[in-house]
């Protein structure tokens, strides 16, 4: 039973290659998404932007926002900022 049903799944090994490959970048995306490192940088810089001059006080706060949102896992970050808009 156990060949039988092999042999008449074999078509879709590569539909399943796929689906364990987008799950796989998934992952690493999510992963790179929450990283502290990468969040704190993102935050560095839109301090040092702001201080430059190249964000209004406003678009640095909702871009820190965002980050703040995506520490929390909400996820909804822009959404949200425009909501209150």
Known sequence: MGLLSAIFSLPLAPVRGVI?????????????????ARLRRELEEIERAA????????EAEQAQQAILNRMIGSGHGAAAMHRKE
């Open 51 to 58: 201080a430059n001059g190249e964000l209004s006080a406003n």
């Open 20 to 36: 364990w490959m987008g799950e796989l970048i998934q992952d690493q995306v999510e992963q790179q998404l929450h990283d502290p």
